[in-house]
């Protein structure tokens, strides 16, 4: 088994998937490899199964990177509308969601039919279960050793993404591709990932476990306004997620729980209109009953509000504006939806996603060190460096 290919790609995701219907369209005889069972499975299971497949407001600001730079080529390249025409070539039916992210109307599987579809048009031979043991070059060509027997190409495209969510494959072996063929890797850390907590904390958002509502988180770097969900580990949604990819461990985050409110202001006003009224019940106008009860039982403030000294509803307010607390860490690659870190991109070239270190090999996507913010970003950025690299590899 095993044979002979212009361009072979280690990774059936959504980067290699566009990376080999690129490279097909110019000729080139491609094959794609992939250890799993399934071909990506990370587009099946996202978006609640219905894959939130681009962001049309993508810019290179809503990604992260040692250097903020590197994206600007390939996103300007291939932009959200691109995809969009691909989707709408295929007849698949989409809706935008909010702030921009869009989700196909029926199944994530819609995706990956149009994404296979188009390798068959460009005569893409993609093999599952094939575990590769050994790469070498040699005589301007690659040779793998694999479980499916020898495979050898002129060009080797690195497409096998990061660590998060192991159980549907995930692995470092980009990462030691990487280093075999001299380039560094920037240390890898879990994103877009829930924090967890230890202690009175952890205590208090297993009480309120299931609970959402509209909160602002900072961290030391940025804000973000979205969603934010208690956990019986700890807080999770959109916002925290978000916030995840900026966190260092041991800092603290800052929650506002009520961004649009001046909470001081709102408890002093009720003061002077309703003293007679039961703090908790007032609090309640803000939230429901069960977090209004948890966070005045958390300041240990009690009775009617004309009975609070104003030092005392300057401290509540606090807590509802800026609850400041320390997360004793996140849920790991277990359930983050990204890696953060990955193949330096100071070593591969931003114009074609060749490395600068080895003729012929190429890194895309999530195995190199760039990472979007959550909302359809990654995938924009697996289509755009796919795009780009599918025209040089």
Same mark, same amino acid.
């Given at each position: =088994?095993?044979?002979?290919?212009?361009?072979i790609i280690i990774g059936a995701g959504a980067a290699g998937l566009m990376c080999a219907i690129e490279a097909g369209k110019r000729g080139r005889s491609v094959c794609v490899l992939d250890h799993s069972k399934k071909i990506a499975e990370k587009i099946r299971i996202s978006g609640g199964g219905r894959c939130n497949f681009t962001n049309i407001h993508t810019a290179p600001e809503n990604f992260l990177s040692e250097n903020r730079h590197f994206c600007k080529s390939a996103l300007s390249n291939f932009t959200p509308q691109d995809f969009i025409d691909m989707v709408? $070539?295929?007849?698949? $039916?989409?809706?935008?969601k909010t702030l921009g992210q869009l989700f196909?109307?029926?199944? %994530?599987? #819609?995706? @990956?039919? =149009?994404?296979?579809?188009?390798?068959?048009?460009?005569?893409?031979d993609i093999q599952m279960q094939v575990s590769i043991e050994k790469i070498n070059h040699a005589h301007d060509a690659y040779t793998l050793a694999t479980s499916n /027997?020898?495979? *050898? +190409? &002129?060009s080797l495209v690195i497409a096998s993404g990061g660590l998060s969510i192991p159980k549907i494959g995930a692995s470092p072996f980009g990462y030691k591709v990487a280093e075999q063929f001299g380039h560094s890797i920037?240390? *890898?850390? %879990? /994103?877009l990932v829930p924090f967890t907590f230890e202690g009175a904390i952890k205590d208090q958002c297993k009480t309120l476990t299931g609970l959402s509502l509209d909160a602002t988180i900072?961290?030391?770097?940025?804000?973000?306004?979205? /969603? =934010?969900?208690?956990?019986?580990?700890?807080? +999770?949604?959109?916002?925290?997620?978000? %916030?995840?990819?900026?966190? #260092?461990? /041991?800092k603290d985050i800052y929650v506002n729980m009520a961004p649009d409110t001046n909470a001081l202001t709102f408890l002093k006003d009720r003061? %002077? &209109?309703?003293?007679? &009224?039961?703090?908790?019940?007032?609090? +309640?106008d803000l939230f429901p009953k069960r977090l209004a009860e948890h966070i005045c039982e958390n300041s240990e403030i009690t009775g009617r509000i004309a009975d609070l000294p104003n030092k005392k509803l300057e401290s509540l307010a606090g807590? @509802? #504006? &800026?609850?400041?607390?320390?997360?004793?860490?996140t849920e790991g690659y277990r359930t983050a939806e990204v890696t953060l870190g990955g193949v330096n991109t100071n070593e591969v070239s931003s114009k074609t996603f060749e490395s600068k270190k080895q003729d012929n090999l190429f890194f895309i996507g999530e195995v190199l060190d760039v990472t979007g913010h959550l909302g359809g970003f990654n995938f924009q950025w697996a289509w755009a460096s796919g795009f780009t690299a599918g025209q040089y590899c």
């Open positions: =088994m095993g044979t002979a290919f212009d361009t709408e $070539a295929h007849d698949i $039916a989409y809706h935008e196909c109307d029926d199944s %994530a599987q #819609n995706i @990956i039919d =149009m994404l296979v579809k188009e390798c068959r048009i460009n005569h893409v /027997g020898t495979y *050898t +190409s &002129q920037i240390p *890898t850390r %879990a /994103g900072k961290t030391d770097k940025t804000t973000f306004r979205e /969603g =934010m969900l208690f956990t019986h580990r700890g807080l +999770s949604g959109p916002s925290i997620l978000q %916030a995840s990819s900026y966190w #260092n461990e /041991g003061k %002077a &209109q309703t003293p007679k &009224q039961d703090i908790v019940n007032i609090v +309640s807590h @509802i #504006n &800026q609850w400041t607390i320390k997360p004793s860490g």
